[in-house]
């Protein structure tokens, strides 16, 4: 695959396909984890260690796995990768287990690694499948970091534990339970979406033009 598919693909999982904001995956450790900035950032890039490894497996197997088992077969290679950044985490991480729980082994059933196995690796090679991966666990790193960040600054008044808001500052604490997750979600992909639909008419407008 040529260098300019690899980068369309990285930016598909990045911005156009971002599976948070844009095709709305993944909700439950989304909203769950994201109290802090700390939390968003360490799920996203287990996340996206279990997705590159996973696609690359699956891709390399893709022919050797018989159609009728392929969901069983998806499920024991993630669920592989998910026990290693679980135990890396439990063992270099411990403060960041604690915090993440149950969601770092939930991450076997989550839809996002579910739906790239099933829609591009097990039908691309090895290369883009790895590039998949990282694009969308990159993106999907970006925006719960993000959700992250804006719960904790307007919830706590810290940022990655740090305290970044006066002392005068009054935290919403609304905003770091169940209720605001949903409220500071739905104002991020409203403002995501925004901002992606506008630079897609201006690039078509800019294409158009010559």
């Not at 396909?17 to 439950?28: A, D, K, Q, S, V």
């Not at 790895?130 to 992250?148: E, H, K, P, Q, R």
Request: glycine fraction near 10%; hydrophobic fraction near 50%.
């Amino acid at each position: 695959m040529k260098k300019n598919s690899l980068m369309k693909v990285f930016m598909n999982g990045l911005l156009n396909e971002n599976p948070t904001f844009r095709l709305l995956l993944g909700m439950c450790p989304t909203l769950a984890v994201s109290t802090a900035a700390g939390n968003g950032l360490g799920m996203g890039l287990s996340t996206t260690f279990v997705l590159v490894f996973a696609n690359l497996v699956i891709s390399l197997l893709r022919k050797m796995i018989p159609e009728k088992v392929r969901i069983p077969s998806f499920v024991v290679v993630i669920a592989t990768f998910v026990t290693i950044i679980d135990l890396l985490i439990k063992a270099f991480v411990p403060a960041l287990s604690s915090s993440l729980g149950i969601y770092i082994p939930l991450i076997v059933v989550n839809c996002i690694i579910f739906a790239r196995a099933e829609s591009f690796a097990f039908k691309n090679a090895p290369m883009p499948s790895i590039v998949d991966g990282l694009g969308m666990g990159l993106g999907f790193t970006c925006s719960l970091t993000l959700l992250s960040s804006v719960r904790e600054i307007i919830g706590s008044g810290t940022w990655f534990g740090m305290q970044i808001m006066p002392a005068s500052y009054k935290p919403m604490a609304i905003i770091v339970s169940p209720s605001g997750g949903f409220l500071t979600l739905g104002i991020l992909i409203l403002i995501v979406n925004a901002i992606v639909n506008a630079y897609g008419k201006h690039k078509k407008a800019k294409e158009g033009i010559a």
